[in-house]
């Protein structure tokens, strides 16, 4: 029977290195708050559909946490060659069935934006007190420490908020890792390869999370999630 594998300070470590590099958390806008005055006069806004994507998805599984926890931060350096095929395999299903991660984000996003910050979201040429524009820097799935093989959504994702006149009020990034804790659809790669529906769903929880957080990030809730202790 094989043991399982326990974190160490050194695996801890090494995994935040590589998932920092993997979602790209010194990718997109630095935060930029937004005026209590400002926020309190926004009560409709659009969100824009066409989202800026990355050129591809990432990956950074069990063979890639193994490797990392061998050769150290290093080993990020390796990480195109050892998740090849998995980011091929991912795409191809995402495509070949659909998936369109812009669409999640957006509904996600507009969901959030309703119940959390009872804003109204306005589509096509609707007047609006602002726009929202949002821009993924990095999406994939990951796993939470070297050796495990569940694989969990994650996301940079940017938001840009303009006001009627184009004047940007707010900006701000957050990063959604598997370390979150409300982060739950961890799955095996076979499972999100095998199964259209399981891979929608995570990503479209990915979206979720992400989302919320952006809305809080906006409201002044809470900063950008830094990379935090592992939870699991």
Known sequence: M???FVPTRL???VSALSLLA???CATGVPNVAIDEGVLAQIHTVRINPVVTMPAAIEFFGQSQGIAALAAGPFAVLMEDKLSAGPKAQLTHEIQ???IDVQSLLTASFARHATTDAAMRVVAGAAAADAQVDLSVNRYGFATAHPGAATLYPVMSVSAVMKNAKGDVVWQGTDVMLPHNPDNKMGRPLDDLLKDPETLRLALASGSDLVSAMLMRNLQGLEKAQ???GIQR
Do not use: C, E, I, R
């Open 22 to 24: 993997l979602a790209g």
């Open 2 to 4: 094989t043991p399982a």
């Open 226 to 228: 830094n990379v935090p």
């Open 11 to 13: 695996s801890v470590a």
């Open 96 to 98: 070949d069935n659909h």
